[in-house]
């Protein structure tokens, strides 16, 4: 029965001042019993005098008042646990500052980095990076700069980074940096996600600061608002922009593997399943949150909810798995219970996953290759017909046919494969 595997709603914790704002991030706190909200006004020059700059901590057992105000000197666009220290919190505000909080010190901030040394925009992400200390960190903002910190000295950067992708780090030409991920597994590589929909892959500890952005991948017509590695196979990542989702292979630069189809309202934000390879989360602004599970439908979703009545802006499931906030437009955030189906890893999930990530990886290869041949023999034909001889006309080889031949051959390759493989479980 589809109603027994419908998420149940716990609870609500609402923004408790008069003038709303939204739920623009969401941090659960490590052991799963908290819940950190970041509030702020995204709509340029839409804030009033009387809008709160506050954010909150909230125990999901009482989410009828917060735990803890935090009170930063700018209305916080993102926050985060730190992973190692549960009791200490980093956030990205509004006017480009960066604050870090110790919960047992109160609400007011230990450290705030100075506006000179901060970014000239927003901090829309900001994550905790794998070190010795467990105090650093790093940011991304939509005035084209990523921003290395250790925040126990926040007077200045510690490293930096223009999103220059002409290499030559110039901030007039830097593409605005929307959202940002960090695998720890990789922890030379980090992803930064663009207001111009491109996905830049950039390695840390290259030579110099041109060789740190490392190439890109453009497939959205907006901002790339989410940005996230699967858990289980980092080297595919999940991009949310413009109205769909999709998921990339590093190996493949010029296209996608798997998307789900156009949407009828943008979608907002999105996140993995940290038990289950196949399955994915994505909100939308008609207030939907939907569940995608890849191995049993790739053209819907499993399961859609409406959520609240107003735009879902933000996303975040719990370490578990079970648990999921959707922050709201209005300042709502939404508590719900997953079921255990969507919640459980499944006997074969990581084998089918790996399986299907493969097999559409070397799709997207043949088709590129392709696609390479096709540009190579049309160009072949514009330098033929410049220099006065007439270009072949070949019917049997325009494009269409061309891509049709590139489909026959990959399924008569993994066709070959599949029949090599079974020969071989025969002889052992």
Not at 11 to 31: F, G, I, M, Q, Y
Not at 135 to 143: K, N, W
Not at 171 to 191: C, H, I, N, Q, Y
Request: glycine fraction near 6%; hydrophobic fraction near 35%.
């Amino acid at each position: 029965c589809l109603s027994a595997c419908l998420p149940a709603c716990l609870s609500a914790c609402l923004d408790p001042n008069e003038v709303k704002r939204t739920v623009s991030c969401l941090s659960w706190h490590p052991d799963g019993g908290k819940l950190a909200a970041a509030y702020s006004c995204l709509q340029f020059q839409r804030s009033s005098r009387d809008m709160s700059l506050d954010s909150y901590i909230w125990d999901i057992e009482n989410p009828n008042r917060p735990e803890l105000t935090l009170k930063p000197a700018s209305p916080l666009v993102c926050l985060e646990y730190n992973p190692k220290d549960s009791h200490t919190l980093v956030g990205g505000a509004y006017n480009g500052q960066i604050a870090y909080w110790d919960t047992r010190r109160g609400s007011q901030p230990v450290e705030t980095s100075s506006v000179e040394q901060s970014h000239r925009d927003p901090v829309y992400k900001i994550i905790w990076l794998q070190s010795k200390t467990g105090t650093d960190v790093f940011s991304a903002s939509t005035d084209g700069q990523v921003l290395w910190w250790d925040v126990r000295r926040l007077s200045e950067p510690t490293e930096r980074l223009v999103l220059d992708l002409s290499r030559e780090g110039n901030l007039d030409r830097a593409l605005g940096a929307v959202s940002l991920e960090f695998e720890s597994t990789m922890p030379t590589k980090f992803l930064v996600g663009t207001e111009q929909g491109v996905v830049v892959s950039c390695n840390r500890k290259a030579k110099t600061p041109a060789e740190k952005i490392v190439c890109s991948y453009d497939g959205h017509h907006g901002p790339v608002y989410a940005l996230q590695r699967n858990p289980f196979f980092p080297k595919n990542f999940l991009t949310v922009g413009d109205w769909t989702a999709r998921i990339w292979s590093e190996d493949i630069r010029d296209s996608a593997i798997m998307w789900t189809k156009y949407q009828t309202s943008y979608l907002m934000d999105a996140c993995w399943s940290p038990v289950r390879p196949s399955v994915f989360f994505t909100v939308k602004m008609d207030g939907v949150l939907d569940v995608w599970d890849i191995l049993f439908k790739q053209n819907d979703p499993t399961l859609s909810l409406k959520v609240c009545d107003e735009a879902l802006y933000s996303l975040r499931l719990q370490d578990n798995g079970r648990l999921v906030a959707c922050g709201s437009q209005q300042g709502g955030a939404t508590l719900l219970e997953i079921s255990s189906g969507l919640s459980t890893l499944q006997k074969n999930d990581k084998s089918l996953l790996a399986a299907m990530f493969e097999r559409e990886t070397k799709r997207e290869k043949v088709l590129e290759a392709r696609q390479r041949e096709i540009r190579l023999k049309e160009r072949s034909r514009s330098e033929q017909s410049r220099e006065g001889e007439p270009g072949r006309e070949d019917a049997d080889h325009g494009p269409d046919q061309l891509i049709a031949k590139a489909q026959e051959d990959f399924y008569v390759v993994t066709e070959m494969e599949r029949r090599r493989r079974d020969a071989n479980q025969v002889h052992t």
